[in-house]
């Protein structure tokens, strides 16, 4: 019996109505996107031949590996913990407490272009405001490394909840730049 859905086009495995993301050269299921970092865009996904895609997931195995051998300590505590192997000169952002369960992506200093804070609105609720960090990289095996740091409600721009959220953003900016100056 065929799956209505139609197969993935990297495992041949069937594909779902959720989770599942468009690459060049067909559709991946969401068993195969979960092997993806989490930091790799839909918009990249979406231009990366099988080929491509076979090559991430083989960088994520070896990167797997290799978080077992860093020695990492966190820097910031937050919605995303920032963690740093001085030695080597790496940097992970972790969403839970433990980079090696979640595969968190091992980011050598040198890769980080520039640093940016964004505001957006809420996707599920316009009366709130997000507060992101934005890492660009070069020469690694995506553009970008994006993370939430606060929500807050967007009439209350200038108050507290709000300071502290621009605080935290911050607070990651000035450790990366000062990382990267190491």
């Given at each position: 019996?065929?799956?209505?859905?139609?197969e993935?086009?990297?495992?041949?495995?069937?594909?779902?109505?959720f989770g599942?993301?468009a690459?060049?050269?067909?559709?991946?299921?969401?068993n195969?996107?979960?092997?993806?970092?989490?930091?790799?865009s839909?918009?990249?996904?979406?231009?990366?031949?099988?080929?491509?895609?076979?090559e991430?997931?083989?960088?994520?195995?070896?990167n797997?590996?290799?978080?077992?051998?860093?020695k990492v300590?966190?820097?910031?505590?937050?919605?995303?913990?920032?963690?740093?192997?001085?030695?080597?000169?790496?940097?992970?952002?972790?969403?839970?407490?433990?980079?090696?369960?979640?595969?968190?992506d091992?980011?050598p200093?040198?890769?980080?272009?520039?640093?940016?804070?964004?505001?957006?609105?809420?996707?599920n609720?316009?009366?709130?405001?997000?507060?992101?960090?934005?890492?660009?990289?070069h020469?690694?095996?995506?553009k970008?490394?994006?993370?939430?740091t606060?929500?807050?409600?967007?009439?209350?721009?200038n108050?507290?909840?709000?300071q502290?959220?621009m605080?935290?953003?911050?607070?990651?900016l000035?450790?990366?730049?000062?990382?990267?100056?190491?």
């Amino acid at each position: 019996m065929s799956n209505v859905f139609g197969e993935c086009s990297l495992c041949h495995g069937p594909l779902t109505p959720f989770g599942s993301l468009a690459c060049a050269e067909g559709t991946i299921c969401r068993n195969c996107v979960a092997l993806l970092s989490p930091f790799l865009s839909k918009e990249e996904v979406a231009e990366m031949t099988l080929q491509q895609l076979n090559e991430h997931i083989e960088y994520r195995k070896a990167n797997a590996e290799a978080l077992k051998d860093l020695k990492v300590t966190r820097l910031i505590d937050g919605k995303y913990d920032l963690y740093c192997d001085e030695e080597k000169k790496h940097i992970l952002f972790v969403k839970g407490r433990d980079p090696v369960k979640e595969n968190a992506d091992i980011i050598p200093l040198a890769s980080v272009d520039r640093l940016q804070i964004t505001k957006q609105y809420n996707k599920n609720d316009a009366n709130y405001v997000d507060i992101f960090v934005k890492v660009y990289l070069h020469d690694f095996r995506f553009k970008c490394v994006q993370f939430m740091t606060n929500t807050f409600p967007k009439t209350d721009v200038n108050v507290e909840a709000y300071q502290q959220a621009m605080d935290l953003a911050y607070d990651y900016l000035n450790k990366i730049k000062d990382l990267v100056s190491i």
